[in-house]
C-alpha cells in the first residue's frame, strides 16, 4: 500500500540549511504530483511547496520562495525538500503528501507522518 | 491570495450530534474545495474533494456541499472517533490556502 515517510527534521539554528526527505513506497514517485505541507506549533495547516508529476512544475509558497526547493530523485522512489537560510518562523512539522490521481486539481490523499524541524538560536 | 475563513473556531457537541462547519472563500474557487480531519499528534487526512466528494473509505456521514465562496461540512450524527479539528482547503489556485480549523470538542 502506498507509504510515505519522512526523515531530516530536527534542530537548527537560524539562517543554516536542512534536507527533508520522504521516501516513498508502494507506488512509483514520478507518476505523482507531491506536496510539501507544515504546521506550526499549535497551530494550522500551511502548503509549503508542489512539484508537478512529470517535473515540469514547481510551486512555493511565498515565504518559502528562493530558500527553499523542491526536488526528487526517481531511482530512490524519494521526494526532498531542500531548505536554506532557515528562520524560527520556519519551525514546526513537515509533511510530504501525494497529490490524488485521477482527479484534476491538487487533492492531498496521502500524507506521511511528519518530521519536526526545530529553528532556534 | 486566496483567504479561508472557517466557522465557528470550536464547536461543543455529543455522539449523535449534527455538526456543520462553514468555509468561505474570499473569492469564488467554483467547486475546488477539499476537507480535511486531524487528530492531534496524527497527519491530515482527507475527508471530502471538489467539495462534496467523499474520499474512498470515509464514512457516509461525513458530507460536503457548496460552489463559488461558501462550502459547508456536515457530520450527520457524530460518532466518538470523530472529535477531532477539521479544516478546509482550496485548490483553486496557486497559494493553495487552508483555513484556520474547527475544533469539535466534547460538549
Known amino acids: 500500500q502506498v507509504q510515505l515517510v519522512e526523515s531530516g527534521g530536527g534542530v537548527v539554528q537560524p539562517g543554516r540549511s536542512l534536507r527533508l526527505s520522504c521516501a516513498a513506497s508502494?507506488?512509483?514517485?514520478?507518476?505523482?504530483?507531491m506536496h510539501w505541507v507544515r504546521q506550526a506549533p499549535g497551530k494550522g495547516l500551511e502548503w509549503v511547496a508542489t512539484?508537478?508529476?512529470?517535473?515540469?512544475?514547481?510551486y512555493n509558497e511565498d515565504s518559502v520562495k528562493g530558500r527553499f526547493t523542491i526536488s526528487r530523485d526517481n531511482s530512490q522512489n524519494t521526494l526532498f525538500l531542500q531548505m536554506s537560510s532557515l528562520r524560527v518562523d520556519d519551525t514546526g512539522v513537515y509533511y510530504c503528501?501525494?497529490?490524488?490521481?485521477?482527479?484534476?486539481?491538487?487533492?492531498?490523499?496521502?500524507w506521511g507522518r511528519g518530521t519536526l524541524v526545530t529553528v532556534t538560536s | 491570495d486566496i483567504q479561508m475563513t472557517q466557522s465557528p473556531s470550536s464547536v461543543s457537541a455529543s455522539v449523535g450530534d449534527r455538526v456543520t462547519i462553514t468555509c468561505r472563500a474570499s473569492?469564488?474557487?467554483?467547486?475546488?474545495l477539499a476537507w480535511f480531519q486531524q487528530k492531534p499528534g496524527k497527519a491530515p487526512k482527507l475527508l471530502i474533494f471538489?467539495?462534496?466528494s467523499l474520499q474512498s473509505g470515509v464514512p457516509s456521514r461525513f458530507s460536503g456541499s457548496g460552489s463559488g465562496t461558501d462550502f459547508t461540512l456536515t457530520i450527520g450524527s457524530l460518532q466518538p472517533e470523530d472529535f477531532a479539528t477539521y479544516f478546509c482547503?482550496?485548490?483553486?489556485?496557486?497559494?493553495?490556502?487552508f483555513g484556520g480549523g474547527t475544533k469539535v470538542e466534547t460538549k
Open positions: 512539484l508537478w508529476y512529470d517535473g515540469t512544475n514547481k
Open positions: 471538489e467539495a462534496s
Open positions: 503528501a501525494t497529490n490524488k490521481m485521477g482527479t484534476p486539481g491538487y487533492y492531498f490523499d496521502y
Open positions: 508502494g507506488f512509483t514517485l514520478s507518476n505523482y504530483g
Open positions: 473569492q469564488g474557487i467554483s467547486g475546488s
Open positions: 482547503q482550496q485548490v483553486n489556485s496557486f497559494p493553495l490556502t
